[in-house]
């Protein structure tokens, strides 16, 4: 795969898992980067991130440039773009982890903890769980991937889910809209799953 592919690396990912797994699924052209203006020339754009809601989204923003050229080349130039984790929470409007915070807006919806009113639901959300397709979501297979999260995406257009997961109740396992792709489980570490997803990802030409 020669792809120019950019790994985000604003301090808030597993950034050396995601390239090797990147790696492992066949990409060569992976380079890590916080550089706003490397963004303008890659093919594809992964978004990682562990942590919680408000802080990765003050790390990426904290990037003089970074949202803006994030912007540009996957909004209006249609580069496809992955978020792993809190990297497809960033793509909400709104987290409400530790205070009310801003999202990129890419997909409407609302970053809010899990709730569950049965003891044996443990929260965070944590191990390898189901991931069921919704429609013709793109990349995505039914299957099992491994997940760790204590908030969930709650999208406003039901039509931008391309996946559930069930912990308790319905939890968003993936978003899609054109060109833009989000996966709450962990491909990196997904092993089998993960890396056939992340080598449908190296192909994809929405």
């Known amino acids: 795969m020669t792809d ?34 490397a963004i303008a020339g890659v093919d594809r754009i992964v978004l990682p991130g562990v942590g919680a809601f408000g802080a990765c989204c003050d790390a990426l923003m904290a990037i003089d440039g970074m949202v803006d050229a994030l912007e540009q080349r996957v909004r209006h130039g249609g580069v496809p773009f992955l978020g792993i984790c809190v990297g497809m929470q960033l793509l909400a409007d709104i987290g409400v982890e530790h205070g009310t915070h801003h999202g990129l807006g890419w997909i409407g919806g609302t970053v809010e903890a899990i709730e569950t009113v049965s003891p044996d639901i443990k929260i965070p959300h944590m191990g390898w769980n189901d991931v069921q397709v919704r429609g013709d979501a793109p990349l995505l297979e039914n299957g099992e991937a491994y997940y760790l999260h204590g908030y969930h995406f709650d999208v406003t257009d039901k039509a931008d889910i391309a996946a559930t997961t069930r ?40």
């Open 167 to 206: 912990h308790g109740e319905t939890l968003v396992a993936a978003v899609a809209r054109n060109n833009i792709l989000g996966v709450q489980f962990h491909p990196e570490k997904s092993q089998r799953y993960g890396l056939e997803f992340l080598a449908r990802f190296l192909e994809w030409r929405p």
């Open 4 to 37: 120019k592919i950019a790994l985000i690396d604003y301090g808030a990912g597993n950034l050396h898992s995601v390239h090797n797994a990147l790696k492992a699924a066949g990409a060569t052209g992976v380079s890590i980067t916080s550089d706003p203006d």
